[in-house]
């Protein structure tokens, strides 16, 4: 009998991630995941951005179990809780109303990051009138249809079964190489009458594309789509759903980019314990949803509210966390340095910004490789990008350096073995 | 300062049920919803057919609190989980094999209704090759952009903003009358080449319709559908969302219908505890996903999987809840009729199934009325259907037998008093 | 060498009517077709509608010789010219304004009907600003993509290669039988504010189905459908484009019925010569197209012009000519009555209007023995319907009572024949 | 009484020529078009390119009226006719073979050039067995729903009223400036499974944008999208419409460039004497239609196969013809660089290829001036271009050197009284 025939008799083939890491697990703290044998991983891919603030953090985990410990609301559809009031209040306070977003109202919608993209591209087509949406290549969004239309990724657009209309796709920052500048092309497409590009409700842009393979906008550009946007009457949505809470040394991505989203999707991180959770944000100007409009079971997730509101509590009343992300994220980025000089400094490099680094690899089976011969060392991580040829580091951001320490060592083993095996391999 | 001055500020315009209880709750536990206040409300709304086993059931609130307690995983992708594997036996075990529906297997899709449609619609489509898939007037199956497409409900497919294609909409069993046969008309429209129908990848249709209204399809209508389906070789897709999880008095709303659904939609009360959650029930043969191919943050929740196998070992191992389902369901079927004999046995008439039953009304301003004063009176309750016209009771299938009675009376005096102004107000 | 050796070697396999008729045909009178060498057929195909005038009649001819004589513009995009001029004013003083339709004015679309349908479209949804659009079962609308959305025919809808979005299906008069009240089942729809059918921009309607298979709507059913559109604020658009121009014994199909329609659609016979030529009438406030906003090289066709003008003017200023064709259907109509009772009074009924008339046959090979026997005996006459089961007669509607006797006594021993075959393969 | 009191009152607001050209014409010949009153003005607009061999060419002219008088087929569907047989035996003779395109069949589809390019679309999207196309900025290939979609112009899509969905836009031969490989940017998007450009069936393509402005693809951005093709396996489509039928100095506007399409739409000039018509031409092996799939009443349009095949055999048999217009379009450009010269050097440039060229404008009101001046003096002439700024020369390519002579003399004056009154107002 094997280990896994539970799975394999009765779930469906789509599962995936345990295919890569094929071992069940049981238990989780912090930065490491412990499977029912008692071996410890520790975790580069923390659900994809969901576990920010690592497993069943201490301070997150005592607010949940005392809420259910007394019947605090666990669903209540959109009613009005304790929970959604501190959570909505906590969040103003701490989050929005310093970062100059005071004036963004909170959306409660489905629990997913999908949903919360569905809901964006609803309010901007209905605000401004018009269907048309741009998106970028190597975006992501999700994969229900009205987001699956934004999602670039062939493999997941494959599966629609349907024609999904009213996206332009457009080449995200440097798409075209460091020295083309993509906004102006597009300015130029919106600028013609007889571009064929009808001219968009919005623009849906990740400041950091996590799936994409960590492809960054620079403020600079973000700033001139910001322009654009304004200069077309188009909504600027930011989706921060992997790149947000604190994954990149500030809350929000866009933070000191000089710009204001007047729609932002988090879901992810948000809950900060790993709990289904997703929100809009959008400028109150732009609030002309009629009740229930947009409509879903599990909007607002209380046992969610409670977390966030916690992990806000803790983690953002002071700079004090954003810093040693940004401590944290610089040490990542000198360790995958070292690598890429010392195994490969022609064909590896490094991308992304803050706690969403990784380094590039010529092609993804090499990737895949250094991945599958880390988790054979304790360390989960995964790849991302066009052709799966990014080794992305998306820890835990409350991760100790000495667990950082631990991490790159074996990931410098793990590139040292598969790139000695591919030079033999092309030798051969 | 008003009570509601957070959210008033903070949460946007979208949210609903709040506006129908302007109340600020705070716990809750079985049937009774507690307000910050401590007063009590008997609620029967339920999650909207989520907390099928009541609020924070003690059973299920131990295993979830132990699991948290413990460590145990809360977030893990689709890896494989000590909690998962649980779940999948327990379901098996207990659910499917004795249902017949031992070969179907499990995809955890987003924790959402909506992204379980999403998923059940892309792999029929796959499947068949075709694109087209037939939904029925009145059914709701969720505001994604690919479920949305399926539901009917005009105020959320407005908010679309985009076309929404693929899909033929047909009569639901009795639209016409009782004496018309629907399915007849659907397979004429099917045989006939040049009807404008294209043949479609699947029918999705929900076996009593919750948002619709407490519509009720019969055994033969669902039979005659299933072999409309052979015939023309399309998918059964059965939404459960709503009146699974033992709503009608079985664990499915299909069962003793002697059919088989290729594809089952669940959430809702799926993971008991009013947790979000949602699963796709698929036959083995039609399991052509390939990994990841319809993905999200979310899939498999297991602190949903925890509670959802407590429930299920709890709940569904001997048939004892079922039948005190069926008992309660007769019950509060008697005392609405009994309403209807005394409040208007010409405007009034009872409809659904099981524990999904209601009163249906003239119009939506008075059913509106009649859900105001029963909340002003302690009874949290909601209307649906396509006027807002029904009276809906989808009290927590546990709840006693007293505060059935309560319930009732309450609803009651609340017809008693609405009707008598509407006498009025007509007559003045 | 092949007859048809240029045919097969450099023409598409797409072409169709000359696998029917595998004769080059070079000359053709009144009502009869001449192949190259000399052999004669009686023409009951008629260009499927558009030689109501016959082939190249006298009058029109000589019109026709002398503008092209006298160097009349042939080509003028959508500029201002004589023929033109005579064609509007020719058009409004003998035929839309003794019909009431005096406000109604032309729009010159591409010369063919599927362009006149894609532009009636366009209009209601531009006036409207609603995108969905209700057609029937069985109707023909058209093939370019706009127009294919609107017809049935599976044949060609699978020739699309994308989604056609945007239109309602609905059951055309007496489409489920007699006594079912199709009307009043739309109407339910579009008062049910959950049915799924978004409200739509207009109804595009054949007042009998040409290629459907002859079927007919009724005054009084065209009158119920005029009145649901203005209950529901929709166009009402009548394509007239093959029962119009005389076909059912008055200019329009419609006349007589107490009907206006918003939108009338108009190609085929219009020309009067067989030239291509097609247009749209709109009432005048509906009139809000922009300058040359739907566009097209071949908009007024001035040959045509100068064809529909004199065939106008020729059939139309008295009502003698439409008595004729009221006759001439009649007499149709009975020889067609008499065939069914002597060959198939059990499984042959005859269909439609006018000089609009076939017989149903069981199935459609039948029916395509039935026209291909006729065509080895001199007459060429086709199928029409959702099974191709109808053997339509679509004679020139100046045919002489001769030539009508001569094809219907063809006709009848091509049913003898068939109908012989038939019975005794079913025998054997 | 107005002079266009019938147009006013009785043809819808859509018209657009006639208005830069208030005038009613009534004859033209070759190169001249005459109004009632006798006036005559050159023709440098020639039905948009459909005149190519001047208004009512004798030759042809001839021809049509024998075939008229004879009593030859006018309308016979797609069955064999004489007519057909001689234009399909000419076709081939005369243009394909010699070209090395003896292998395409034609495609009689309806005739006109949407229809050419709705049918291409269906059949390259049959073939490949997807959905998506490629089509251009600034490309004109048709109004009807399927063409339009294709149709970058958003004057024209703005009245779609729908979604227009499966074609992504992508950059022309020199979009983005002379420096940029737009085939490179193409191929980038295509080879990048998570770009979000689905591989398309097909591009289409015009060799020179006729509406979009005069634009050109030179041979070796020609010859790098055919590659492109091959790469990716999609088919490639020119749409010659416009630019087809010599109006570049040669039959086809892709001659010489080495390369060989999949698939060309032919239309305008096809007929030789402005009737209507259009032909898809598509490789032997593509030929995967049914019979009748794609639909029409005037596909086959035998007025136009006999003009068509006497201007091919009158015009085609030498080189003669193309070298009269090659030298007939250096004389033209020429003129027109000395305009440019003249009257703004630093503001206006010459565009375009062959009997294809204008003048550029800084703006469309200025164009516009330049042509209701020249209109006034004897030339109607009209813009083209995203902006309406280019005055584009479409005149017969039978003109003689003293009407163009004569034309240019007005053009010139038009430009100077023009530009004059421009800078004079700039500077008040």
């Given at each position: 009998?094997?280990?896994?025939e539970?799975f394999e008799?009765?779930?469906?083939?789509?599962?995936?991630?345990?295919r890569s890491f094929?071992?069940?697990?049981?238990q989780a703290?912090g930065?490491e995941?412990?499977?029912?044998e008692g071996?410890?991983w520790?975790?580069?891919?923390?659900?994809a951005g969901?576990?920010?603030?690592?497993?069943n953090?201490p301070?997150?985990?005592?607010?949940?179990?005392?809420?259910?410990?007394?019947d605090g609301?666990?669903?209540?559809l959109d009613?009005?809780?304790d929970?959604?009031?501190?959570?909505?209040e906590t969040l103003?306070r701490?989050?929005l109303?310093?970062?100059?977003?005071g004036?963004?109202?909170?959306q409660?919608?489905?629990?997913?990051?999908?949903n919360?993209?569905e809901?964006?591209?609803?309010?901007?087509r209905?605000?401004?009138?018009?269907?048309?949406?741009i998106?970028?290549?190597?975006?992501?969004?999700?994969c229900?249809?009205?987001?699956?239309a934004?999602t670039g990724n062939q493999?997941?657009?494959g599966?629609?079964g349907v024609?999904?209309?009213?996206i332009?796709?457009?080449p995200y920052?440097n798409?075209?190489?460091d020295?083309?500048n993509?906004?102006?092309m597009?300015?130029?497409?919106l600028?013609?009458?007889s571009?064929?590009?009808?001219i968009p409700a919005?623009?849906?842009v990740?400041?950091?594309q996590?799936e994409?393979?960590l492809?960054?906008?620079?403020?600079e550009?973000?700033?001139k789509?910001?322009?654009?946007?304004r200069k077309h009457d188009?909504?600027?949505i930011?989706?921060d759903?992997?790149?947000g809470?604190g994954?990149?040394g500030?809350?929000f991505?866009?933070?000191g980019?000089g710009?204001?989203?007047?729609i932002?999707t988090?879901?992810k991180?948000l809950?900060?314990?790993?709990?289904?959770?997703?929100?809009?944000?959008l400028r109150?100007e732009?609030?002309q949803?009629?009740p229930?409009?947009?409509?879903g079971?599990?909007?607002?997730?209380n046992?969610?509210?409670?977390?966030?509101?916690?992990?806000?509590e803790h983690f953002w009343?002071s700079?004090?966390f954003?810093?040693?992300?940004q401590a944290k994220?610089?040490l990542?980025?000198?360790?995958m340095?070292?690598?890429?000089?010392k195994?490969?400094?022609?064909?590896?490099f490094?991308k992304?910004?803050?706690?969403?680094?990784?380094?590039?690899?010529?092609?993804?089976e090499?990737?895949g490789?250094i991945c599958?011969?880390a988790f054979?060392n304790?360390?989960?991580?995964?790849?991302s990008?066009?052709h799966?040829q990014?080794?992305?580091?998306?820890c835990?951001l409350?991760?100790?350096e000495?667990?950082?320490?631990k991490?790159?060592?074996?990931?410098d083993?793990a590139f040292?073995k598969?790139?000695?095996?591919?030079v033999n391999?092309?030798a051969s």
């Open positions: 009998m094997s280990t896994f539970q008799q009765h779930e469906s083939n789509i599962r995936s991630y345990c094929p071992v069940v697990f049981n703290r930065a995941l412990i499977s029912r071996k410890v520790i975790d580069f891919l923390a659900g969901t576990l920010n603030y690592g497993h953090h301070v997150l985990k005592q607010a949940l179990i005392d809420y259910i410990q007394n609301i666990t669903h209540g009613m009005y809780t929970a959604k009031e501190k959570f909505l103003h701490v989050i109303k310093p970062r100059g977003l004036e963004h109202v909170a409660f919608c489905g629990p997913t990051g999908t919360a993209v809901a964006a591209l609803k309010l901007a209905k605000v401004t009138g018009r269907s048309n949406v998106s970028f290549t190597n975006g992501f969004h999700g229900s249809l009205g987001a699956l934004a493999h997941h657009r599966a629609a024609a999904m209309a009213e332009s796709r457009m920052a798409y075209y190489g020295n083309v993509t906004i102006a597009i300015d130029k497409l600028s013609d009458p571009s064929g590009v009808d919005a623009v849906i990740e400041v950091v996590g994409g393979g492809n960054t906008a620079s403020a550009w973000m700033r789509l910001e322009k654009l946007c188009m909504l600027l930011v989706d759903i992997q790149a809470c994954r990149t500030s809350f991505s866009f933070e980019m710009i204001k989203p007047d932002i988090l879901s991180s809950s900060g314990y790993g709990l289904p959770f997703a929100m809009v944000l109150r732009l609030d949803w009629e229930g409009e947009h409509n079971t599990f909007r607002g997730n046992h969610a509210f409670i977390t966030a509101a916690a992990a806000i009343t700079d004090e954003a810093k040693s992300v994220g610089k990542i980025k000198e360790r340095q070292k690598i890429v000089r195994h490969g400094p022609d064909s590896l490094v992304g910004r803050g706690m969403m680094v990784g380094i590039n690899c010529p092609n993804g090499l990737a490789a599958k011969e054979a304790g360390l989960v991580i995964e790849t990008g066009n799966s990014v080794v992305k580091c998306l835990p409350i991760i100790s000495e667990q950082i320490d991490a790159m060592t074996i990931l083993a040292a598969v790139m000695a095996q591919d391999s092309a």
